[in-house]
């Protein structure tokens, strides 16, 4: 089946600087990427999504400076949270579908991010 | 904002079936319902998706009613490793999956 890797699992980093993570996925290609973010017993929110060769689409209220999408090939975008502070702080997922259609869509195993 | 609206928490004796409610009112028809689920600090899990008929695989059953505006995943011998939040979806604007805030499933020993 199909598989999104990401990574990593988890990063503690400074405030002030900056994380990126990687979301593959291993087993098809993927025109378009999601990602979103998860606060503790919270629903995931989708803050953008990643389209291969052109630049993302953020939802309402998402910093594009502040978090920077890259899709450069058809199996791996990246999600770098620049300048981040505390408040920062949350699980970061992803998920692709393969290009060309198909229903499913497959969710990477999530970026626990903490700002210290 | 999302189209389902689910119970924020449910039970389920170990060995018996959960049966999960998710109402999709407004939903559209060539919109399908997916489900997922997340285990604790995991990615969101494929479960079953359908458009009109019920749909079974080796994880559970896809109930929809015949007007679409509601449907039932069955999971029919819950374990404690179905313990999860359970979330019921119906795609949006193409490719945009909008998650609600799910059903909390606590299975009891």
């Known amino acids: 089946g199909a598989v999104v890797s990401q990574h990593p699992s988890w990063v503690i980093c400074k405030s002030g600087t900056s994380v990126k993570i990687e979301c593959r996925s291993l087993?098809?290609?993927?025109?378009?990427m999601f990602w979103y973010r998860q606060f503790p017993k919270q629903s995931l929110m989708l803050m953008a999504t990643?389209?291969?060769?052109?630049?993302?689409?953020?939802e309402q209220g998402v910093e594009k400076d502040k978090f920077l999408i890259n899709h450069a090939s058809l199996t791996l975008s990246t999600l770098t949270v620049t300048s981040a502070h505390p408040e920062d702080s949350s699980f970061y997922i992803c998920?692709?579908?393969?290009?060309?259609?198909?229903?499913?869509?497959?969710f990477g195993s999530g970026t626990r991010l903490t700002v210290v | 904002d999302a189209k389902t609206t689910q119970p924020p928490s449910m039970d389920c004796a170990e060995g018996r079936a959960a049966n999960l409610p998710c109402n999709h009112s407004?939903?559209?028809?060539?919109?399908?319902v997916y489900w997922y689920r997340q285990i604790h600090s995991q990615g969101p899990q494929y479960i079953i998706h359908g458009l009109k008929n019920n749909e079974t695989n080796e994880m559970a059953s896809l109930i929809i009613t015949e007007d679409r505006k509601s449907s039932t995943l069955i999971l029919p011998h819950a374990t404690l490793r179905d313990t999860a939040v359970y979330y019921c979806?119906?795609?949006?604007?193409?490719?945009?999956?909008?998650f609600g805030k799910g059903t909390r499933l606590h299975i009891l020993p």
């Open positions: 407004t939903i559209s028809g060539n919109e399908y």
């Open positions: 979806i119906v795609r949006v604007e193409g490719d945009k999956i909008i």
């Open positions: 998920s692709a579908t393969p290009t060309g259609g198909g229903y499913g869509y497959t």
């Open positions: 087993d098809f290609q993927a025109t378009t």
């Open positions: 990643s389209n291969e060769g052109s630049k993302a689409t953020y």
